[in-house]
């Protein structure tokens, strides 16, 4: 258990943290933020008040990449 809910940032911008046990953390990607690996932060508090180490990698080496480039489609046809 936690001492009080996580914080966050995403992208170096406060993310909104919700839910317990699991707790959720989202920030929106703006069209300002850099393309590539997102960075993200989570500090914490155990049960007992003591700082938590953070947090700033996955435990299965993923990542979360930003990507503003639009998607293409080659011409499609549909016939029937």
Not at 19 to 35: I, K, R
Not at 49 to 69: C, I, M, R, Y
């Amino acid at each position: 258990a936690l001492a009080a809910t996580p914080v966050v940032t995403i992208a170096g911008q406060a993310a909104l943290v919700a839910g317990g046990a699991p707790y959720t953390a989202t920030y929106t990607m703006l069209g300002t933020d850099n393309e590539g690996t997102v960075a993200f932060t989570i500090n914490f508090m155990d049960a007992a008040g003591n700082a938590g180490t953070a947090v700033t990698a996955t435990t299965n080496s993923s990542s979360v990449a930003f990507d503003k480039t639009a998607p293409t489609l080659s011409v499609v046809s549909i016939s029937s």
